[in-house]
């Protein structure tokens, strides 16, 4: 989960401007600092000046948590301190499976505070799949898409355009992104083989994604134990590290 939270941190620090409209109706014009020393340091997700010069605080969430009101109302203060004279509007973005059932509202004593809550399974992907902004179409993924495999053309045109090295580092953006659509993260797969764009299993992805660490070793196992290929034939064969392969095997014989 660390992983998928710093990936979608990452997108959105590049303020792609088709989502922060989505979510504000306004254009976001500059990053701010999204760090909070105290004794306890805070570190918000995202925090940008809008085009109207209210301050835009946004919180990415994967899982409910019925702290979320009090942890909202706590950013909302070191803000209102740092930014006394502008308005703060503040946005909890769940982005997890299921639905969120988390409180937006605060009443206690002689305080009642609120802020929005959103399920991005609700946003209509259509404006972030005709954005310019490569960070605006992987977001996209997480929104509600009619036509995936539509989806997965376009941004695999986009995606064919660049350099090798920068379309690699989408491509992992992407697959991270869909930690929590498993099904699409299937499809997506296939839909990139048969595009001529079969993706290449990093050692680190294997690592950090368990999806690809169950998938591979039963194909490893499956190459193995059916056709006797040797771990060098196999890794060519699967595009993982030839490592790994041997890792897999030799774990396997021990049982």
């Known amino acids: 989960m660390a992983e998928f939270d710093k990936t979608l941190r990452d997108l959105i620090q590049n303020i792609p401007q088709k989502f922060v409209s989505i979510l504000t109706g306004k254009k976001g014009i500059k990053i701010l600092d999204n760090t909070f020393p105290s004794t306890k340091e805070r570190v918000a997700d995202l925090v940008l000046e809008l085009e109207d010069g209210s301050i835009f605080h946004l919180e990415l969430q994967t899982q409910n948590d019925k702290n979320m009101p009090f942890r909202m109302l706590e ?8 930014y006394p004279n502008k308005p703060i509007k503040q946005m909890v973005l769940y982005v997890g499976d299921g639905k969120p059932n988390m409180k937006d509202t605060l009443e206690i004593d002689n305080l009642k505070f609120t802020y ?8 209509e992907c259509k404006e972030l799949l005709e954005s ?10 997480l929104c509600k898409v009619d036509d995936f495999e539509r989806y997965i053309y376009l941004l695999s045109e986009e ?3 660049l350099p090798e090295k920068r379309r690699n580092d989408y491509i992992a953006k992407l697959l991270i ?3 929590y659509r498993h099904k699409l993260k299937e499809k997506l797969i296939l839909i990139m083989e048969e595009k ?3 993706l290449t299993i990093t050692e680190e992805m294997i690592r950090n994604d368990p999806f690809f660490k169950k998938a591979k070793k039963e194909d490893i196992l499956n190459l193995y134990k059916e056709l006797n290929l040797e771990p060098e034939k196999i890794a060519k064969i699967l595009k993982v590290p030839v490592d790994f392969v041997e890792k897999v095997i030799r774990e396997k014989e021990k049982t």
Do not use: F
Request: no cysteine.
């Open 75 to 82: 950013y909302y203060l070191l803000l209102k301190q740092r």
């Open 159 to 161: 995606l064919a355009k």
């Open 116 to 123: 929005q809550l959103k399920d991005i399974k609700k946003i």
């Open 196 to 198: 001529g764009m079969p």
């Open 132 to 141: 310019s902004s490569l960070e605006d179409k992987i977001l996209a993924v």
């Open 177 to 179: 992104t869909l930690n």
